[in-house]
């Protein structure tokens, strides 16, 4: 699933696709899927899955921001795009990471 929002985040940017999106229901979607995030992260037991959350969280939170931001400037909807592809690949580092982990339980959660 990363993979495919890093792919769609580099071609927004090869593509100089930087349009922004103030609708209402894209706020919305922005949101509920920050509130999503925020409530899983404390759920996971695994250190791997807490920072793929929590780059994902990051760049849902990336994203609500340009939405709310109405007369944000081009230089910063730009650099936006770039910090949301990079947290794209971190976030698919971090999810292949989870998926080739050890399976063991990390020793800090061992009495949880």
Excluded at 18 to 44: K, N, R, Y
């Amino acid at each position: 699933m990363c993979a495919y929002f890093v792919y769609s985040s580099y071609l927004a940017i090869r593509e100089q696709e930087f349009q922004v999106h103030h609708e209402l229901w894209t706020i919305v979607t922005w949101a509920v899927w920050l509130l999503l995030l925020a409530g899983v992260i404390p759920e996971t037991r695994c250190w791997r899955e807490r920072v793929l959350f929590a780059l994902v969280l990051t760049n849902c939170a990336v994203g609500l921001t340009v939405c709310l931001w109405d007369s944000i400037p081009f230089g910063i909807i730009h650099e936006a795009r770039e910090l949301s592809l990079a947290l794209w690949l971190l976030a698919c580092v971090a999810g292949f990471m989870t998926l080739l982990g050890s399976g063991k339980p990390d020793a800090s959660n061992a009495n949880a």
